[in-house]
């Protein structure tokens, strides 16, 4: 069984610039959220996708956008990026949408922005 | 508005000890709670939960209680073991919805 992969794992980027971060999910599950955790601070909900759908969308602008493939891997896109975007960016399945109590967590990517 | 609080923000305990960490929430609404440890350079990783109409689950050397009336809940390991040292984060869910978490505690387990 394989978990939730992330990648890229570190990048750096400059102000202004678009980036795009990628994940799939653990195997058998459907459901996929993503989280911004920034440094000394608790993982923030951005959003969640479930069946190619957004299901839930955290205090984040809308340049914060995601989507969600047939096999369930998803992207999270950042444009017009600013120094605040600067955080690990995680990314979680879990195995459908209701009654799905615990998050599967990547790694993360790490995002530098300058 | 921080809905799950963690005051402390790090807890040293000497190998052998109980290590108590505690999480405060503000909204009656959230009905799941779980307990996540994250390693450096790794994703959390789910370790306990408790559902609000329990008042305490335990498994293995870990245990979380829940008082809904004072809004808080605490997990307990005994032993605490030098591999336990790692950042805990609480986290809470209301009807299945998003999982909100608090900004973690830090615990060092002293050999």
């Known amino acids: 069984e394989t978990g939730v992969t992330q990648s890229p794992t570190h990048l750096i980027k400059t102000r202004g610039q678009q980036v795009t971060l990628r994940c799939s999910s653990q195997?058998?599950?459907?459901?996929v959220s993503w989280y911004q955790q920034a440094l000394g601070q608790g993982p923030q909900f951005i959003f969640q996708?479930?069946?190619?759908?957004?299901?839930g969308r955290g205090n984040f602008p809308p340049r914060f956008s995601g989507l969600q493939f047939p096999n369930y891997s998803s992207e999270l896109n950042v444009n017009a990026l600013e120094l605040d975007d600067s955080a690990l960016y995680l990314c979680?399945?879990?195995?459908?949408?209701?009654?799905?109590?615990?998050?599967?967590f990547g790694a993360g990517s790490r995002l530098t922005v300058l | 508005d921080q809905q799950v609080k963690q005051n402390s923000p790090s807890l040293s305990v000497q190998e052998g000890r109980i290590s108590i960490l505690n999480c405060d929430y503000t909204n009656s609404m959230f009905d799941y709670f779980l307990w996540y440890k994250k390693y450096p350079a790794e994703g959390p990783t789910f370790l306990i939960s408790?559902?609000?109409?329990?008042d305490k689950n335990e498994d293995g050397r870990f245990t979380v209680f829940l008082n809904k009336s004072a809004k808080h809940l605490s997990l307990h390991i005994v032993p605490s073991q030098p591999g336990d040292s790692a950042v805990y984060f609480c986290?809470?869910?209301?009807?299945?919805?998003?999982?909100?978490f608090g900004d973690g505690t830090t615990l060092t387990v002293k050999p």
């Open positions: 979680a399945s879990s195995p459908d949408r209701v009654g799905a109590n615990v998050l599967t």
């Open positions: 996708y479930y069946r190619e759908e957004e299901n």
């Open positions: 986290a809470a869910r209301a009807n299945a919805g998003k999982s909100t």
């Open positions: 408790i559902s609000s109409i329990k």
């Open positions: 195997s058998g599950h459907n459901t």
